[in-house]
């Protein structure tokens, strides 16, 4: 087994593996931001309605199998990038 690492959107009782695995906690926490806003984004997401009000961070999975999430590996965004 190993240690996998998502961002995840949690609402009320809910968690939502949005974004992941990635190999690194590190690497998950640079990319919550980015998935934040992917998920707000009405243009980019038809339910981004309650995604405002989520609370957003990292879990940590140990197992054999990666989960597949909607956002897969989304990459931190760097200041000054190209849109």
Do not use: W
Request: glycine share 8%.
């Amino acid at each position: 087994m190993m240690d996998r690492f998502y961002v995840t959107a949690v609402d009320g009782r809910r968690a939502y593996f949005l974004a992941g695995p990635y190999s690194t906690k590190e690497e998950a926490e640079g990319a919550v931001d980015n998935v934040r806003d992917i998920a707000c984004d009405h243009e980019q997401n038809s339910n981004a309605g309650r995604a405002h009000f989520m609370a957003y961070g990292v879990t940590r999975e140990n197992s054999d199998r990666s989960r597949i999430t909607p956002l897969g590996q989304v990459q931190r965004q760097t200041q000054g990038a190209a849109a």
